[in-house]
């Protein structure tokens, strides 16, 4: 399961890094519509739709790594990227949880070092994530999807940002810490920097409505090369 948390944690972050891509080739597009220059929006726009390929790709992965994972997230529909990855952190989040304890008793760990301040053993850390994880289900779980099972995005953003506030507790951040430390405890190591990196990884792909009103000239794509015109043609039939 480790391994496989690992490959979850990258497609995570791959996914993250495609739609931060896929924002800044928004922003290169628009910024190349303010000015004459028409190849230059071609090599853009190109660049945007290479963007929005690899972006499926890795979505694409982490489909499939949910499936594998857990059968019943693999059988439901899930409509939102940002709710997938909401029940795929919690998953592993709950995972690595499990697996840090598993590793603090089956290592030669020195557990006075971690455990300072108002957590005094495994059992307290795990009882704080589980509190907080099954609170943030009881304010947000009902809530995500509208009536007619449309998803409510501003609910799941706050979902994970309660799940991001469980790394702020400063106790638990000092385990993790101390954890990632000590490469010579492999499993506790693995285990903490995972956790500490899905507490701070979310997908916001929320529509931003104010990069879709720009006002190009329409004579720029037209004026285009034809053999440009049809290399983006190209693309998008790629798609």
């Not at 660049?47 to 994972?69: K, N, P, R, Y």
């Not at 455990?115 to 850390?125: A, D, H, N």
């Not at 953003?157 to 702020?168: D, F, K, M, V, Y």
């Not at 106790?171 to 190591?189: C, E, K, N, Q, S």
Request: with cysteine; hydrophobic share 45%; net charge negative.
């Amino acid at each position: 399961m480790t391994g496989s948390m690992d490959v979850l944690v990258h497609t995570l972050r791959s996914v993250r890094h495609g739609a931060s891509e896929i924002r800044y080739r928004q922003d290169a597009v628009l910024a190349e519509l303010t000015s004459p220059r028409a190849m230059s929006v071609a090599i853009a726009t190109v660049q945007l739709h290479d963007a929005v390929d690899s972006f499926e790709t890795a979505v694409g992965h982490l489909q499939a790594i949910a499936a594998e994972l857990d059968c019943d997230l693999g059988r439901r529909m899930i409509a939102s990227l940002g709710e997938l990855v909401l029940h795929l952190r919690v998953f592993a989040i709950l995972s690595q949880i499990e697996q840090l304890a598993q590793a603090i008793h089956s290592a030669d760990v020195e557990i006075c070092a971690l455990f300072t301040g108002r957590l005094r053993s495994i059992g307290e850390v795990s009882a704080l994530v589980y509190e907080q994880i099954t609170r943030m289900w009881l304010d947000y779980g009902h809530l995500i999807r509208a009536p007619g099972g449309s998803i409510r995005r501003d609910v799941v953003r706050e979902a994970h940002r309660a799940l991001t506030l469980i790394g702020s507790d400063p106790d638990f951040m000092y385990v993790l810490r101390i954890g990632m430390a000590h490469p010579d405890w492999p499993g506790v190591f693995c285990a903490c920097a995972n956790l500490a990196e899905l507490l701070a990884l979310t997908v916001d792909l929320e529509s931003d409505a104010a990069r879709f009103q720009a006002n190009p000239d329409p004579e720029l794509i037209d004026d285009l090369p034809a053999s440009v015109r049809a290399g983006i043609r190209r693309d998008e039939r790629k798609r």
